[in-house]
């Protein structure tokens, strides 16, 4: 790592986690030796001692031990707090398992400097998995290519829900904006506490509310799909559109020119497997899906996937992110 680093990068990594502490720590480590500054905040108890957290400040990690308070979300809880930590004008969210490039993190920020009128940035994504006991490679998020959401407001809305990726969600942000669009999430789905498959949407399109947005050519972010994800009590079926719908009109109350329909039917698009015929088309897509994986190649060389895909990307900076991770 120190010989690929030359300079930090002048950013604040959010980390903030539930449980998994230590795979949480390992992250926070990744990126101390990248960025300028890491927060933490922390759900999990007992929380650290007071010699973990001077050993961590050492690194340039600040640690903040987090308690739930009643209903609210605690997730954009922990995210306001992490932000508002932060003495840098850029700041990125991680999840407490998954990595940022470092070429990725400097092709954004240089994005963001060069554009005054970009909110955020973001770059491409690939995913890591495992299948006989080697990992693999996938693309999510195809539609990450070319994507720049420049535009008025109702037209940024509408290019975001048809193109959707959750963006906004894993971008380079400046500072201010990101904790004025996390705290009106907050804000919405504290007025409706339902949590559904769809919650991101909300801060997505709070997002677009912001300002600009596009998404660079460099390997940015590389999503961990070896390790189980936690589960979660999530609404399903049919009425998580109507669920969303509503939040949406309390989020774009104050636009007289937004056609939600446009906006709910590119959702329909996005997301089939929300629709209440699940069960029955979910049987008929895997059968179909099992079928082609049989004939599929698996792409287990990185160089070859990346460059089929026209991702642009520094060898030993992938090397260092998958050293760094738990697969």
């Known amino acids: 790592m120190n010989r690929l680093i030359k300079n930090k990068i ?8 539930i449980s998994q502490r230590e795979i949480t ?13 890491v927060v933490l905040v922390d759900e999990e108890q007992p929380h650290l001692s007071v010699a973990d957290i001077s050993a961590m400040k050492n690194r340039g990690i600040t640690y903040i031990s987090y ?23 850029y700041v990125v969210h991680s999840n407490h398992d998954e990595r940022y490039t470092y070429y990725g993190l400097i092709a954004c920020v240089a994005e963001l400097e060069k554009d005054k009128n970009l909110t955020f940035c973001a770059g491409q994504v690939i995913a890591v998995r495992r299948s006989e006991s080697k990992i693999h490679f996938t693309r999510p998020y195809k ?16 290019y975001h829900s048809n193109r959707y990726a959750p963006l906004a969600h894993f971008a380079v942000w400046r500072r201010n904006s990101y904790i004025n669009v996390t705290k009106e999430t907050l804000k919405i789905h504290n007025l409706m506490p339902s949590s559904t498959m769809m919650d991101e949407v909300i801060f997505e399109l709070a997002a677009d509310l912001s300002g600009n947005s596009k998404a660079v050519p460099e390997l940015y972010w590389i999503r961990n799909r070896v390790n189980p994800t936690s589960q979660k009590n999530l609404e399903k079926g049919d009425q998580v559109f109507k669920i969303i719908e509503n939040k949406l009109h309390i989020l774009l109350n104050d636009l007289d020119n937004v056609q939600m329909d446009i906006i709910i039917n590119s959702f329909w698009k996005n997301f089939p497997f929300i629709h209440p015929s699940f069960v029955s088309k979910s049987i008929i897509l895997i059968k179909r899906k099992l079928r082609i994986l049989k004939k599929k190649k698996v792409r287990r060389d990185i160089d070859n996937f990346l460059n089929d895909n026209k991702i642009k990307y520094e060898k030993h900076d992938i090397s260092n992110v998958l050293n760094s991770m738990s697969l």
């Open 143 to 158: 539609n990450l290519c070319g994507y720049q959401n420049i535009n008025k407001v109702e037209q940024r809305l509408y």
């Open 67 to 89: 308690t739930k308070n009643g209903y609210s979300n605690g997730v954009l809880e922990k995210r306001i707090i992490a932000a508002s930590q932060s003495n840098n004008k």
């Open 25 to 37: 720590i390992a992250t926070a480590n990744y990126y101390s030796k990248i960025c300028s500054e």
């Open 10 to 17: 002048d950013i604040t990594v959010l980390v903030t986690s």
